[in-house]
T-cell receptor, first 113, second 113 residues
Framework: AQKVTQAQTEISVVEKEDVTLDCVYETRDTTYYLFWYKQPPSGELVFLIRRNSFDEQNEISGRYSWNFQKSTSSFNFTITASQVVDSAVYFCALYTGRRALTFGSGTRLQVQP | GAGVSQSPSNKVTEKGKDVELRCDPISGHTALYWYRQRLGQGLEFLIYFQGNSAPDKSGLPSDRFSAERTGESVSTLTIQRTQQEDSAVYLC???????????FGEGSRLTVL
């Protein structure tokens, strides 16, 4: 089975708060890739990050950081000091090579000014 | 163009009519994907092309749905005898590598009355 679960349907925060978006995945493969995509109100999905299954180092890019933990099959995404422009739907996705990229159901983030 | 181009951007049709949705991938991208996104929902995989062959058609919801791709170029998604539940945004994405970094178009919004 290949599955991505984003349990948080919607999160609302006030600007400058930190927020973490959860992602849990399932796969029997030992080689796989995990992704986060952002879908702003305009609708076009934007690639944020790709991480392969052999690299558990956390990654930081500006206000964005990702925590990959194979022990819990999680790939969580944290936005530090959130801004209104961060308001979007965020999708976590899994690629194993057996099937096309499998997306979670998404988490809608609303950042209030 | 520089990005993935989809047409039409909006299509309103009557139940029972056939529709064709077109996708122009980024030049040189060998992989092409179709996803469906219903209002407020996640991305539902439909079909994946590698070149002009379709190794994964597992997501096509019924035999009313079909897709073709010419070489490593344009793809057409055809929905025959449209039903109201076909109303959604149909997203096309292309990729230059096997490990899943997808570049998405803006989608074709289909409304079946």
């Amino acid at each position: 089975a290949q599955k991505v679960t984003q349990a948080q349907t919607e999160i609302s925060v006030v600007e400058k708060e930190d927020v973490t978006l959860d992602c849990v995945y399932e796969t029997r493969d030992t080689t796989y890739y995990l992704f986060w995509y952002k879908q702003p109100p305009s609708g076009e999905l934007v690639f944020l990050i790709r991480r392969n299954s052999f690299d558990e180092q956390n990654e930081i890019s500006g206000r964005y950081s990702w925590n990959f933990q194979k022990s819990t099959s999680s790939f969580n995404f944290t936005i530090t000091a959130s801004q209104v422009v961060d308001s979007a739907v965020y999708f976590c996705a899994l690629y194993t090579g057996r099937r096309a990229l499998t997306f979670g159901s998404g988490t809608r983030l609303q950042v209030q000014p | 163009g520089a990005g993935v181009s989809q047409s039409p951007s909006n299509k309103v049709t009557e139940k029972g009519k056939d529709v064709e949705l077109r996708c122009d991938p980024i030049s040189g991208h060998t992989a092409l994907y179709w996803y469906r996104q219903r209002l407020g929902q996640g991305l539902e995989f439909l079909i994946y092309f590698q070149g002009n062959s379709a190794p994964d058609k597992s997501g096509l919801p019924s035999d009313r749905f079909s897709a073709e791709r010419t070489g490593e170029s344009v793809s057409t998604l055809t929905i025959q005898r449209t039903q109201q539940e076909d109303s959604a945004v149909y997203l096309c994405a292309s990729s230059s590598d096997w490990a899943g970094e997808l570049f998405f178009g803006e989608g074709s919004r289909l409304t079946v009355l």
